[in-house]
């Protein structure tokens, strides 16, 4: 059955739409947070927990969620987890006390893990052309870019209208239109077949978001909690393996299916290195603007728009260039402009440069990250076998949960108040974002027909 064109892109949007909600709320409450301390108190653990609560769920949860939208239908679990986000959103607003936000923020963690891997699956399933689906995922993409390019804006402007409570009431309404417009046969999705290995499931549920947890820890210099939660996500790895290498061929939580497909393993190592610059640059660059360039925290956002902006606009040319040419070039051209972005920072930092020579930095870093990750999720969906679109989908944003994660981390920790400890964190995602590139490069990569 032929699905009309307005119905589709209905669906199209909806579906990006949920994508940017989730995104949102990544980045959206951490301009609300000194209203947030000021209304319900609370130590500083709890205001990081109000914060990374979030994205810790969020991370533990991704690879699961792909395989549970694969075995039961990713419209389900899609539209499952928008209206629990929904819900958990009212909860956060009306949330009485610190600890309260916190326990609401990981059932909004866990809300998003469904939607995202779901999200990728109904896009496949709804554009089963490859090259309609490139410029599909491009739409996605730069609705999800453009989630952040105004998530601290708009947080910044609800916050100040009306209270932290706002940044969460907001998401309701967008949570009940996203329904709406994905309501029909036009999204549905076929239950798979696979058996899903609770067991694994559950370990690499815990490996993950305490693994998140312990690095999000040594970040903070709190090093017996990094410790702790370090160990027994070690513990829960080795618990995974064995799991893993016991599986059944069906069964197995990374499907060697999807991992041995042409492009699919260097993908995720490249999604790794995108997101560990930009959530680097993010971590490091703010630190910059107001300590060196002595830029307010409005002036500081307003500052990051050469590289923000381009996420809500390069991804529909990007678009365009996969369903042509393939995703081998827009992958290869985006992890060079962030190396060579990385490398102009570098060098701007080390030469005391004035902001105009970081504008081409954030130029180079906003581009490079538009045309990358269009272009890597074209790669995974369209390399991924029938019916593990979820899975696939659920492996790249794990993936690109702990580059960011380790980006935070590690650049953090090279960081220092004098230059070359700046201009060495500023280096590092040049590197990673170099050897990934030529990963790519040595592999083979789905030609679009």
């Known amino acids: 059955m032929t699905i009309g064109s307005t119905r589709r892109s209905l669906a199209l949007f909806g579906i990006s739409l949920g994508y940017f ?6 980045t959206v409450l951490s301009v609300a947070e000194p209203d947030l301390a000021r209304s319900l108190g609370g130590s500083v653990a709890g205001l990081q927990w109000a914060v990374s609560g979030y994205t810790v769920v969020f991370g533990a949860l991704l690879l699961s969620a792909g395989a549970i939208s694969d075995r039961y239908g990713a419209h389900r679990v899609f539209r499952t987890g928008v209206a629990v986000f929904g819900v958990g959103s009212l909860l956060s607003a009306f949330a009485p006390d610190l600890w309260t936000l916190v326990a609401a923020r990981a059932l909004l963690g866990a809300a998003a893990a469904a939607c995202v891997p779901a999200s990728m699956a109904m896009i496949s399933t709804l554009y089963p052309v490859p090259a309609e689906r490139a410029k599909a995922l491009s739409v996605w993409a730069a609705l999800s870019g453009a989630a ?22 907001v998401n309701v309404p967008l949570a009940t239109a996203v329904l709406a417009l994905t309501r029909g046969r036009a999204v549905h999705c076929p239950r798979g077949e696979r058996r899903i290995a609770w067991s694994a499931q559950f370990a690499a549920c815990v490996a993950l978001g305490l693994g998140t947890d312990a690095l999000i820890a040594l ?7 990094a410790l702790c939660s370090g160990a027994v996500a070690l513990a829960a790895g080795a618990v995974f393996a064995a799991l893993e290498r016991r599986a059944s061929t069906g069964e197995p939580v990374l499907a060697p299916a999807v991992l041995r497909a042409p492009g699919v393993t260097p ?20 630190l910059l603007f107001q300590r060196t360039l002595a830029l307010s925290p409005l002036e500081t956002g307003v500052a990051f728009l050469p590289m923000t902006l381009p ?27 962030l ?3 990385g490398v102009i920072f570098a060098v701007a930092v080390l030469a005391g440069s004035a902001y105009p020579v970081l504008v081409a930095g954030l130029l180079c870093t906003g581009f490079g990250v538009s045309f990358a990750l ?8 369209t390399s991924a076998p029938s019916g593990t679109a979820g899975t696939a989908g659920g492996l790249l944003n794990a993936a690109r949960q702990v580059g960011a994660t380790l980006g935070v981390v590690l650049m953090g920790a090279l960081l220092t108040p004098e230059p070359s400890g700046t201009a060495r964190a500023l ?3 040049a590197v990673l974002c170099a050897v990934a590139a030529m990963a790519l490069h040595r592999s083979r990569t789905p030609a679009l027909r």
Request: hydrophobic share 55%; no cysteine.
């Open 219 to 225: 970040g903070a210099d709190e090093s017996v909690h």
């Open 267 to 286: 993908a995720l190592l490249a999604g790794a290195a995108v997101n560990f610059t930009m959530a680097g640059v993010l971590f490091v660059l703010p």
């Open 148 to 169: 952040l390019a105004t998530g601290p804006i708009a947080g910044g402007l609800l916050v100040g209208l009306y209270g932290w409570r706002a940044v969460f009431l």
């Open 21 to 26: 909600t989730v995104l949102l709320d990544m």
């Open 374 to 381: 269009p272009a890597l999720v074209t790669t995974v969906v």
């Open 311 to 337: 996420f809500a606009v390069n991804p529909l040319l990007t678009g365009r260039i996969v369903a042509r040419s393939g995703p081998r070039g827009p992958v290869t051209a985006g992890l060079a402009l």
């Open 427 to 429: 280096l590092l995602p």
């Open 339 to 341: 190396t060579l972005g």
